[in-house]
């Protein structure tokens, strides 16, 4: 199995607080994904990192803000949470175009915004 | 655009029957194919993949062909066990930033 941690599994907060969500890689690979999933939508790409403080948007990244300052970390940050970030988050990495970017998941962040 | 679309489920069905979930695409370029299944309470995990049309992905007994002709990429599994009970995803990749997964289909078997 890919070593891919997140932290923390569970979290409750409240409308307006921020929230931060951490990944942690033990595979050196180069690209890292945040994804939420959500019923009937399937997995949503939030942002990804393509290197050390390379990033960039994906489809639903408004609410959202990302920072990678090693290659190990990824860091998902929701500045001021809402309702509508209630969601199970995941992380995953890649490792190239070689390897057709196929992706190893982390075990899911749950989170609910009260 | 990038799009993959498959079908609704829940899909419910006898031990040892055979198992087809249809999967559709579209893409920009040369997309790579995926299925991937989750296990309650985990994240999704690589269950086989093509790269180029007419590839066939195989593992634990499911397999998947990859036809450019009619843009699909459907699972099947020849006799299923209540272990496949799971939700299944079909992805694309096309580049670093485009990889697209479907809404999943969520398979359960009965004994």
């Known amino acids: 199995d890919a070593g891919i941690t997140q932290s923390p599994r569970h979290k409750v907060t409240e409308t307006g607080t921020p929230v931060t969500l951490r990944c942690h890689q033990t595979?050196?690979?180069?690209?890292m994904y945040w994804y939420r999933q959500d019923p009937g939508h399937g997995l949503r790409l939030i942002h990804y990192?393509?290197?050390?403080?390379?990033?960039d948007k994906g489809e639903v990244s408004d609410g959202y803000s990302v920072s990678r300052s090693k290659t190990e970390d990824f860091l998902l940050t929701l500045e001021s949470a809402t309702s509508s970030q209630t969601s199970v988050y995941f992380c995953?990495?890649?490792?190239?175009?070689?390897?057709?970017?196929?992706?190893?998941f982390g075990p899911g962040t749950r989170l609910t915004v009260t | 655009g990038n799009s993959v679309t498959q079908m609704e489920g829940p899909v419910t069905l006898s031990e040892e029957a055979f198992l087809t979930i249809n999967c559709t695409y579209t893409?920009?370029?040369?997309?790579?194919l995926f299925w991937y299944v989750q296990y309650p309470g985990e994240g999704l995990q690589l269950l086989l993949k093509?790269?180029?049309?007419?590839d066939k992905g195989s593992n634990k007994g499911f397999e998947a062909t990859y036809r450019k002709e009619t843009t699909s990429f459907h699972l099947e599994k020849g006799s299923v066990q209540v272990s496949d009970s799971a939700v299944y995803f079909c992805?694309?990749?096309?580049?670093?930033?485009?990889?697209?997964f479907g809404s999943g289909t969520r398979l359960s078997i009965r004994p």
């Open positions: 992805a694309l990749s096309v580049s670093a930033s485009k990889i697209i």
């Open positions: 893409a920009t370029g040369y997309p790579s």
């Open positions: 093509a790269t180029k049309a007419d």
């Open positions: 595979e050196n690979h180069r690209y």
């Open positions: 990192s393509y290197g050390v403080k390379d990033t």
């Open positions: 995953a990495i890649s490792e190239s175009a070689d390897s057709f970017y196929e992706q190893y």
